[in-house]
């Protein structure tokens, strides 16, 4: 038994994580939750710089060139015609 240093609850030794010669000082339960916050944090603040990002690398000429070739194979076309079709149908959905 163990009293986790976050939520002060006492728990059996399998209720937190292996560290180094010993256990966690938070339970599995308080891990997890601060991972998920920490994840749902760093997607807030990471998607702005992404999307920046990847704005500026997806007009460099040879991106261009390739979305283009894409758009011509048939995956390519098959792939847009579906993307298209899928528009068209959330546009009659949501008006
Ligand atoms: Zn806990």
């Known amino acids: 038994m163990k009293t986790c240093t976050s939520c002060h609850r006492r728990k059996p030794d399998d209720g937190f994580y292996a560290h180094r010669n010993g256990l966690r000082s938070h339970c599995k339960i308080c891990m997890r939750k601060a991972a998920r916050e920490n994840a749902l944090a ?4 990471l ?3 992404k999307k ?3 704005k500026v690398y997806d007009a460099q ?3 261009r060139a390739a979305r ?3 758009a011509r194979s048939p995956r390519g076309r ?3 015609r579906l ?3 899928a528009a068209v149908a959330f546009r009659r959905v949501s008006a």
């Open 78 to 80: 098959e792939v847009y």
């Open 61 to 63: 000429p040879h991106r």
């Open 47 to 49: 998607r702005p710089k």
């Open 68 to 70: 283009s070739a894409y």
């Open 83 to 85: 993307i298209k079709r």
């Open 42 to 45: 760093k997607t807030e603040t």
């Open 52 to 54: 920046a990002y990847m």
